[in-house]
């Protein structure tokens, strides 16, 4: 009997289970505790819906072997710099977003492809090197975004040049434009349809890719290297066309996370963003080297579930700590440690 | 059959984009420092000198802390962040007993002694625990040693935020709880423990580094002339060209301070030297030498040079990578107390974050990689890394006129630094490990077999 | 300082359920140079590994029989016990560590130490090194063998042959060495330094050391060793005074007969036409080098490409395909081809099935299906449907042609969804065969076809072969370490050794010739030297 549970967990992932159940606790306390379950339920959806493109980036990156994308910064700052550019031409409302989007794809093409190019030649260390990647490009950005003479003056800090730390996007009409699309409410829990649909085609586009010729490609040249290199199949560029897609999709994640949230924080706001991300591709089931849309949305849902859900009760049960923050901290990098346990040394060398 | 084998006296030649290739990131320092110090405006060498000196002091334990890993193959230990944790584990709860206790027998020197002894056990069992995880993520030691810190961080303050208080009783009118009664406050004072191994004994900045010149003057001297060979026969000896530019360096250091004693100029106003804390540091260096030469030492290199052959000829590769780790992990720990007692202050929620990058680069700057990692280095680039972080709000500010830019900079060289330093390790790796045209390696067995 | 012998009694070994090793009986004496001698498979490592006490052989159940040192049952469990009983092995790959000196490497974990306060309280691991005791024992070790090298040289740089004495050296160090193995001791070493090599071997023996000395060069062992031992499929063959014995006897103890594949002889129409010449070829394969091989292939025929392992074999397709640094001229159906190019090589039509078939030939946690099309689509552009400007896989076009497969080449399974890491090896070979298929390739290279298959299933993979020769005009190199399976169904063998053709021979040569040939003779050597012992060249 405790075999055949000690197998179901085992088959079913123990980040996922733990985190599964850990969440369920937290909901029945909330109920317990007399919490509002509906507007829980509107949050969890709101979350899922801003962070499900950067869990959503992990994909490409996974299966094309690189492993999951700690340089998630790169494509985020890709975004954030087409939505900078954008709103300092004042663009507002729907132009703002899609002109921002369409640029933020363009950005992040040059960086993924400088991005790929850099994990190709550091194969064997990826993570790391692509936790200081980064790590760096946030830095850079910090002074990038001081020294850029930028003009408008809803982005400007009040004395001096530079951008502001938060940029509201209440100045551009375009706060929450995507997230409060298509809002129902159900019985109490607004549903956000809007984000919801982009959530979801975006996801349909990234299975698509990989029913394609070059998505096989790039999923047989992380899956086995040496198949893949047999088939005649250029493994370097697949790699890159991989990171770049990753890249376009952290790119085009933040800014659907900034319109959500209603501001974009730059300077270090982006500099951990990777690990939740991460952490909740692998609380989905996925690992360093095997990802799928499923995983992803398992993954959002559970993880960003449990931070919505943990605050409120956390809260309630320990007045005055923050408890909330701290256990987010614990699970994102027990759950990261946890993969890295079950990463293969030595690669396919 | 005596004398069939030519001897082997290859000297590898000098290439110069090898050696700046090598050398990139403590280039692109230097170039930085004497950036700074040309441009800074507002920076008298006195205040400088000071705050470099300062930041050695406080850094230099931490730093070599990370040597030991890197010998036994763990590579940079940027866990040494638990390591500092366990520090200041052991500080809050000294501090916490001393001002209950008015100080009287938790103060002072007692009391950073005994921030010592508690610090050990505790660092004793993370480094156990953190080695083990480190046997598990081989291969991937760099990424899952980052990790490490951050769960380490989390832990901490849950039980820093929480479990004091909750968990463990504590007096509720204690200055140091907060006012709920549950959790340490942002800020925990040193009290009579600050500067409490600084002061036993301090002398004057200029004097000391004349005598410190003259030891070291000394030392070249007895090296190159008095100095019998190695028991193995090998010599220590150095080329005439370096013994030339070091003894050179080192008198004009010396006559340069004995012309600012005579003088009386600004640098005479630099703070003092603490010498007992320098000791301490003298001793590591010396226990770390020393244990490079024991079985144990001995097992390190060998398991940080190959872990297939060094267990293939029975030496136990994870315990002896665990014992690394361990060691690394109570000179963190201590790092940090002696870190403590020269702030004055532990920010009890941020105060460890750092420790790891900002300790990684400063080795890395003074010239160490992945493998190789000496004291020279940990010393050099602890003095360069901190020069940078002294000058850059001053380059900030003569560059671009603004001091914050400068100080964004200093995090991307922080984070860059690491970056290209391992990059670039992993890139000559692997194109070291790639294989070559049939032709050339057929060349390479002729040129090894002739 | 040696007075047992070493014996090793009625050993055996299986690997669940598969017997490797059946029934050893082989005794080494002090002072002996005993050859050990046999084809790949034939278990001169398993047998190796049981004297060592390899984790290989305790974890899967250990063995039978005994091993006696001096009349006594050694209980050699682990390489600890093996290193306590006096037993030394210089490895074929060097166990050196580059970055170390000489000293330190000879010394590996055996470092002399001096005890200190530290060490009397912290436990001996805190013992100071001795370095000069060190050097010392280092000096005396490199002396036994005559090299005139400082002890402090760094190994890294030295060249292969002084790493070679550094290991040899290593050993003797050890304290009480009665036995030291020595594998394919000179496969790495220039002429010269073999001579070197085999006077130290001689120096030792008459020091009393009992020797087993494992190469593939017969000449080496007539000349160097007292008696020889010949292994194979896991038996014991012969154990022979080499002063009583003739390389060519010792070669047809070595090939032998060990399965009888009847060899049908339907006529087949090989054209004259040169489907591929392949000019000059070198491979960098690490452990299986192409030295420069020249050969062409007719429409139509059957290839077979033997010889032992590390001697090159393997190296040739793989090299062919790209998965190496690969050059050489190859001209393939009146074309020049790139054949460092992968992708060019597959869709001029020449397909691959390698020798590691769960590692480069088959995607084991995708279904079979996925499998057998994917280097169709990949490569020519087959089951893929265009919508709009994007191309995406044709899923029911790739599932017919999978259920086709299934059923022409008698795949076993549950469905066509089912992973192919989840089949038997037999299976899974088809499956691979299916994926060449899919290709339409004119030329097939094949390599270790039945490697690790069990025999009912080989016997359907060599049929399945011969059929493809037989009614479609496939034209097929096939590489293999059996000869026997060369032997049924090539028209032709070329014998690779040491990275080069040793020769061409037919299936019907004898098997002195063969083991001849193998172990680095001319044809015309191996063939006089067969008639001198008395086998004709078709026995």
Known sequence: MTNSIGK???????????????????????GVQGQSIPTLLTDILNRVGMNGLLVLAMVPAIKSGTGPNFALPVGIEGGLMALMICMQFDFSGWFLIFTSLLLSVVLCTILGWLYGKLMNAVKGAEMTIATYSG???????????????????????????????????????????????????????????????????FCFLVWMFFQSKTGMAIFAGGQNPRFAEASGLNIDRNRVIANIISTILAGIGIIIYSQGYGYAQLYNGPLNMAFPAVAAVLVGGATASKASIPNVLIGVCLFQGLMTTAMPVMNQLFTGTDLSDIMRIIIQNGVILYALTKVKSGGDR | MNNWIAKVTGQPSFDLKTWILDHIVTILFWAFIILGLLTAQNLT???????????????????????????????????????????????IAVRYWGIAANEQSFGGLTGFMLMILISLPIAVLIGWLTGTLYNKTKGQE??????????????????????????????????????????????????????????????????????????????????????????????????????????????????????????GSVLNKVRDVPVVLMLVVAVLAVFIKWIMNTKLGQDFRSCGMNQTIAEANGINVNRTRVIATIISTVLAAWGMVIYLQNMGTLNTYTAHNNVGYFSVAAILVGGASVDKATIGQSITGCLLFHAMFILSPEIGKALFGQAALGEYFRTFMVYGVIGLSLGLYVWRANKRAQLKMPEEAASDQTVIAG | MNNGILEFINVGKE???????????????????????????????????????????????????????????????????????????????????????????????????KSSAMSKIFGKRLETLDHEHMAQDARKA???????????????????????????????????????????????????????????????????????????????????????????????????????????????????????????ETERKISD???????????????????????????????????????????????????????????????????????????????????????????????????????????????????????????????????????????????????????????????????????????????????????????????????????????????????????????????????????ELSPTDSDEVYGMMMSGMTKEEAIKASMNAGGGPND
């Open chain 3, 142 to 264: 490199l002396d036994t063998m005559g090299m005139d090298i400082e002890e402090y040289t760094r190994v890294h740089g030295l060249p292969v042959g002084h790493m070679q004495f550094v290991e040899i050296a290593r050993e003797i160090d050890k304290t009480g060495i009665r036995f030291l193995v020595f594998d394919e001791p000179t496969a790495v070493l220039t002429e010269s330094e073999t001579e070197h090599l085999l006077d130290a071997i001689r120096k030792l023996a008459a020091q009393g050391i009992g020797i087993i000395f494992i190469s593939h060069r017969l000449d080496e062992i007539i000349r160097l060793s007292d008696r020889v031992t010949v292994l194979r499929d896991g038996e014991w063959v012969a154990t022979e005074e080499t002063k009583n014995i003739t390389a060519a006897e010792i070669a047809r103890l070595m090939v032998g007969r060990a399965l009888t594949l009847d060899r049908s």
């Open chain 1, 135 to 201: 790590f760096s490009i946030v830095a850079f950005f910090n002074i990038f975004w001081l020294a850029i003479p930028f003009s408008n003056r809803k982005m400007g800090w009040m004395l001096g040049n530079g951008l502001r730390e938060t940029i509201q996007f209440k100045n551009f009409n375009a706060s929450r434009i995507i997230s409060d699309l298509l809002k129902i409410e159900i019985a109490g829990v607004a549903i956000p349809f809007g984000m919801m649909l982009v959530f979801a085609l």
């Open chain 3, 15 to 113: 690997y669940s359920g598969h017997a490797v090793l059946k029934g050893i009986n082989m005794d080494v004496r002090p002072g002996e140079i005993h050859a050990l001698i046999g084809e790949n498979g034939a278990g001169k490592s398993t047998l190796m590994n049981i004297l060592f006490g390899m984790p290989v052989i305790h974890e899967t159940g250990g063995f039978t029989g005994e091993v006696r040192i001096g009349g006594e049952n050694a209980n050699i469990m682990n390489p600890r016990d093996a290193m306590e009983a006096g037993i030394g092995m210089v490895h074929q790959e060097f166990m050196l560590i580059p970055g170390f000196t000489i000293t330190e490497n000879i010394k590996l974990n055996r470092e002399t130490t």
């Open chain 2, 142 to 263: 760099m990424i899952a040693s980052l990790i490490v810190g951050y769960f380490g961080n989390g832990v901490y303050q849950f039980i820093v935020l929480f479990v004091i208080g909750a968990v463990i009783p504590v007096a509720l009118s204690h200055p140091m709880i907060l006012y709920d009664g549950v959790g340490i406050r942002m800020s925990v004072d040193m009290g009579s423990v600050t500067y409490s191994l600084d002061k036993i004994l301090q002398i004057p900045f200029v004097p000391f580094m004349i005598g410190a010149s003259a030891v070291i003057l000394l030392f070249l001297l007895w090296n190159q002339f008095l100095r019998k060979p190695k028991a193995d026969g090998r010599s220590t000896k150095l080329n005439v060209l370096a013994f030339a530019v070091y003894t050179v360096l080192c008198a004009a250091v010396m006559v340069y301070f004995i012309i600012q004693l005579v003088t």
């Open chain 1, 8 to 30: 179901a967990i085992n088959r079913i992932g123990i980040p996922t289970f733990a985190v599964g159940l850990l969440l369920l606790v937290l909901l029945i306390t909330a």
């Open chain 3, 273 to 503: 036409e040169e489907i591929l010449k392949v000019n000059n070829l070198l491979v960098n394969m690490p452990g299986e080098e192409v030295k420069g091989v020249t050969f062409s292939v007719r429409k139509g025929e059957v290839l077979g490409i033997g010889g032992l392992a590390g001697q090159g074999k393997l190296g040739i397709a793989n090299g062919l395909m790209g998965m190496y640094p690969v050059v050489g001229d190859v001209e393939f159906k009146g074309e020049k081809i790139d054949v460092s190019k992968t992708d060019e090589t597959l869709k001029k039509g020449i397909a691959f099935l390698s020798e590691d078939r769960k590692g480069v030939g088959l995607l084991l946690t995708s279904p079979i299906d996925l499998n057998i099309a994917f280097n169709a689509m990949e490569v020519q552009g087959k089951f893929l449907k265009k919508i709009g400007p994007f191309t995406f896989t044709d899923t029911a076009a790739i599932k017919a042609n999978a259920e086709k497969m299934v059923k022409d080449l008698d795949i076993r399974c549950t469905s066509i969804a089912q992973n192919a890491g989840a089949l038997s090896g037999g299976n899974q070979q088809k499956v691979c065969v299916g994926k060449a298929l899919a290709l339409d390739p004119d030329l097939l290279l094949v390599s270790e076809p039945t490697r690790g298959i069990d025999i009912g299933a080989k016997k359907l993979i060599l049929d399945l072969l011969k059929t493809l020769a037989e009614e479609q005009g496939m034209t097929i190199i096939m590489t293999s370490s059996e000869l026997a399976e060369l032997r049924s169904i090539c028209d032709r063998v070329l014998i690779i050794c040491e990275g080069k053709v040793a020769g």
């Open chain 2, 45 to 91: 060498m006195d205040g400088f000198f000071t705050e470099l000196c300062n930041r050695f002091y406080r850094n230099i334990f931490l730093i070599l802390s990370l040597i030991i890993p890197v010998v036994a193959g763990l590579g940079l230990n940027f866990g040494i962040v638990v390591g500092a944790i366990a520090g200041q584990l052991a500080v």
